[in-house]
């Protein structure tokens, strides 16, 4: 390919609103367009690294026996109906009539289609197992879309689904995705680790996420490095303890503390640690209810040195989604801001504590008064839950809830996820097959997830320098650029060809401008291995052959080039199937 042809634009400066490097690197090296918010255009260098990652993606399912196929991107709105996810997803679902003012939704992912497609398909045991899966555009109205590719609106996905007959079989094929994931990360060179997650609006039985950790990152992943717990901080445990033990319970008391409103003011005020406090939370849930959607005031508890974790809270009251509250609404429930407590609340509020509230005595909670407090409030005794679990964020330093030892936390973003969903869909739209003994039995199913851009993009993040992107050779758009210089126009033709001619993917900068701004624009896009062709070199005997991601040169004779190039991109094929290594799902 020719840059003087080349449906690209290399840029200078990145747009003010480019934060991410990696944004802001695909944006000046011409491989992507925002056309609006969350919505982006990829450009042909960035169409050729997304087919590359696309096809190790289609290796690596095909080698666990996926079937490839395609499913549509608009669904009639009654299969969502069915599993109640059109009722139970919020804002975020693309929803819209269509002429015959039927309600349609844009895929955001493919579990009732595939469920669908089941119950037309499987019929019989004999057909188990069997995964099929697509590589598929995607739509999640996004409300805060951002950092690029990160987070958008539309995006592309390769998604699979595995159809079992029984549970071992499931857990049979999630190993298998397990695996399959670590290769195709390793093979795009970008390093992952897997943490336990939220099934979230997916449902099912368990899931994980696969985990570029930077410090860009949206996810706080929670970490051990004694025995290698790891979890995203949405569903990870800890090892609690209460502040004292065998603590008899002690009469109810009102104390007055006025301009006492948060927790570290009243620890300071009453000379307590604050875990011997109870924080309120206060929130509002959206909850499906027969097919509408109603809202219930959330009253949460917490021990007062701890924070409220909301996904675990969405997950105890089966919430849509979560909202604060107003003063006002606090007030209608007779209590008061600053100085909360579930003690004497209304009827009708629903009612969240924490399991280790349980565990300690004699906790300070607000009096539901302005300016008071009360003393030695116990569960059980002064007031009851609906719902005791566990609520609470784990923060650095907890104890690890398999070994003890001290938890760290990271930042990451997630590159790719797998869910066990059971008999989730195939249950509700009745996607079932004869077993053996000729009685009907849903199909147990699994859902699999990569999105093609995201890894685009945390591969650009990985791999960069001050001067530009630095593809790994298994993913980059091109494998050699070559760059002609003055006197050098004629030979680069021919040998551009040559390497063509052997098989080889180049860039060749035809341009006539100046040697600055073709290197410059040649770091930029950052292909693999460069070669610069100039009158100089030529008189030499040869041309210079130079990896991107070192400064050092090579004077390569030209007859010995395409030679050369190719030993040169085996070389760093090497490099990156050396980090791809079996990696199994723990017990």
């Known amino acids: 390919m020719r840059m003087s042809h080349l449906f690209a634009q290399t840029l200078r400066e990145a747009p003010a609103e480019a934060e991410l490097t990696s944004h802001k690197l695909l944006l000046r090296a011409g491989f992507i367009r925002q056309l609006g918010s969350g919505i982006f255009s990829y450009l042909p260098l960035a169409k050729r690294s997304l087919t590359k990652i696309e096809n190790i993606m289609r290796d690596e399912m ?11 991107v608009v669904h009639p709105a009654e299969t969502w109906k069915e599993t109640g996810r059109w009722y ?47 590589i598929q555009t995607k739509w999640r ?220 005595p004699n906790l300070v ?12 409030v116990n569960y059980g005794r002064d007031y009851t839950a ?31 996820n797998i869910f066990k969903l059971g008999t989730r869909y195939s249950a509700d739209m009745n996607a079932t097959f004869l077993d053996k003994n000729g009685k009907a039995q849903p199909v147990i199913m699994g859902s699999y997830g990569i999105g093609s851009g995201r890894l685009l993009a945390c591969v650009a993040e990985e791999h960069n320098d001050d001067y530009g992107l630095i593809w790994p050779i298994s993913i980059a758009p091109y494998q050699v650029h070559v760059v002609a210089l003055k006197g050098g126009f004629e030979f680069a033709e021919i040998m551009a060809a040559d390497l063509e001619a052997a098989g080889v993917e180049v860039l060749y900068d035809d341009r006539n401008l100046a040697p600055g701004v073709k290197f410059n624009d040649a770091d930029l896009i950052g292909i693999p291995l460069r070669i610069t062709v100039g009158g100089r070199s030529l008189k030499e005997g040869g041309v210079e052959l130079k990896r991107r991601s070192e400064k050092e040169r090579d004077l390569v004779p030209t007859a010995e080039i395409v030679e050369r190039v190719r030993s040169e991109i085996a070389a760093l094929q090497t490099e990156v199937d050396a980090g791809v290594m079996v990696v199994e799902l723990p017990e």
Not at 387 to 400: F, L, M, N, S
């Open 141 to 360: 109205d996004e409300v805060r879309s951002r950092g690029g590719l990160i987070r958008v609106r539309e995006f592309t996905m390769k998604d699979s689904y595995t159809l079992d007959a029984d549970w071992g079989g499931l857990d049979a094929q999630y190993r298998e995705h397990y695996k399959a994931y670590f290769n195709i990360f390793n093979r795009c060179a970008l390093p992952t680790i897997a943490v336990e997650s939220d099934v979230g609006m997916m449902g099912g039985k368990q899931a994980h996420e696969f985990m570029y950790l930077t410090p860009i990152g949206e996810d706080t992943l929670v970490l051990c490095d004694n025995c290698g717990y790891t979890a995203n901080r949405q569903v990870a445990t800890f090892q609690k303890s209460a502040v004292v033990e065998d603590e008899e319970m002690l009469a109810l008391e009102k104390v007055e503390t006025p301009a006492v409103n948060t927790i570290a003011a009243l620890a300071e005020f009453l000379d307590i640690p604050e875990a011997k406090t109870a924080k309120a939370v206060f929130m509002v849930a959206t909850i499906s209810e027969d097919e509408q959607d109603v809202e219930k005031f959330i009253f949460a508890v917490v021990r007062g040195d701890m924070e409220l974790n909301e996904t675990k809270l969405t997950n105890a009251v089966g919430a849509k989604a979560l909202r604060p509250v107003q003063e006002d609404e606090i007030r209608a429930i007779g209590a008061s801001p600053g100085y909360g407590s579930p003690v004497g609340i209304k009827q009708g509020t629903l009612i969240i504590v924490d399991d280790l509230i349980q565990a300690v």
């Open 386 to 416: 609906e719902i005791v679990t566990d609520i609470v964020a784990v923060e650095e330093g907890y104890a690890c809830s398999v070994c003890g030892q001290p938890l760290r936390t990271s930042r990451g973003v997630e590159v790719g």
């Open 62 to 72: 095909n080698a666990i026996g996926g079937q490839e196929m395609t499913m549509p």
């Open 88 to 134: 139970g997803v919020g804002s975020e679902m693309g929803r819209f009539k269509d002429a015959g003012g039927r309600d349609m939704v844009l895929a955001m992912t493919h579990e009732e289609v595939v469920t669908d497609l089941v119950r037309n398909v499987i019929h019989s045991y004999r057909q188990l197992p069997a995964m099929v899966y697509h």
């Open 365 to 376: 909670a607000g009096a539901n008064e302005d300016g008071y407090h009360l003393l030695n």
